[in-house]
């Protein structure tokens, strides 16, 4: 591999914590340690890095962390680093610590800001992809779906006994902020009879005309699963319109909500996360920069900021919706 000047790693998590960090978290550290670099946590994300929370790491302080949900180096949304004055002070922090070159796990915010960092103040960067939202461009997948989209499906399948035991019409709100992803997966994965993302513009009369089809087709029950960026309403709204509608159905609401978060992560994000970890300090140290970690046909790929922080997301899978339509007369 050819070594750049790179001496000393920072690594820090940002935005909402994903499982499967840690495992990240732990490759950057070993990886840096295998080739002969000291390396840094940044606790609190862009917040520490601002206010100089630096702890030094090595191969034994990222002990049994692997298994572990949430992340060891703290996250935040940091404000502060989106001033001049915070990110300057940013750059103050990693040259007192002699840092001069840094891993950021997180997600398009993350990524976002290493870019104005880097443009600003030259510092080398890779970014890993983790958030559950898996909405990232230029990469299959990001650390923490696999695992937060298991977490839904095993609860939709527990909502699915009481469903059918009372024969009730369930809308399950799962996560996902502007994207569908867990939304489509999970609710193919739990058998349900609609899933509404906002990447597709489904209509209240499309959903409604559905649910009476069902009804006719003596299903005992209805699962909804809603991504909470429905452009058409949440779980709760949804509900009460369909209740305004009719007083046929017996329905009730679950929102999911950050229990989507936590837990150990699959054995998928763990591996993920490793492989992720340990590309982004070989990249690093041999001149990658201004750049993403992705998966790609399960190979490891580099993708330059530019080519996919446009304005792009990750694209729904066309065959997916076709699938979960199919599935779900
Ligand atoms: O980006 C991950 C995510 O969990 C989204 O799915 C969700 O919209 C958001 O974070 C919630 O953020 P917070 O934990 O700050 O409320």
Known sequence: MTDTKI?????FT?????????????????????????VFGIV????????????????????????????????ARSDNFRTKEGRAKAYETLKK??????????GDGTFMGMHLFHEEFGIPYVCIPGTIDNDIAGTDYTIGFD????????????????????????????????SGYIALNSGIAGGAVSIIIPEQNTTFEQLYTLLEQSGKTSKS??????????????????????????????IKVTILGHLQR??????????????????????LLRGESDSMV?????????????????GQYHEIDEELLRLAKILSI
Do not use: W
């Open 7 to 11: 001496s000393r790693i920072g690594v």
């Open 14 to 38: 940002s935005g909402g914590d994903a499982p499967g960090m840690n495992a990240a978290i732990r490759a950057v550290v070993r990886a840096s340690i295998f080739y002969q670099k000291e």
């Open 44 to 75: 609190h994300g862009y917040e520490g890095m601002i206010e100089g929370e630096i702890v030094k790491l090595g191969a034994r302080s990222v002990g049994n962390i692997l298994q572990r949900g949430g992340t060891v180096l703290k996250s």
């Open 97 to 106: 610590h002699g840092i001069d070159g840094v891993v950021g796990i997180g």
């Open 147 to 178: 695992t937060a989209t298991n977490t839904a499906v095993e609860a939709i399948d527990r909502i699915r006994d009481t469903a059918l035991s009372h024969n009730r019409l369930f809308f399950i709100e799962v996560m996902g902020r502007h």
């Open 221 to 250: 029950s209805s699962l909804i699963v809603v991504a909470e960026g429905s452009k058409i309403g949440g779980a709760n709204e949804l509900a009460k319109m369909v209740a305004e509608r009719s007083n046929y159905f017996d």
């Open 262 to 283: 936590g837990g150990a992560p699959t054995y998928f994000d763990r591996v993920l996360a490793s492989r992720m970890g340990v590309s982004a300090v070989e990249g």
């Open 294 to 310: 992705g998966i790609s046909n399960n190979k490891i790929i580099f993708n330059a900021y530019a080519s996919i922080m446009n």
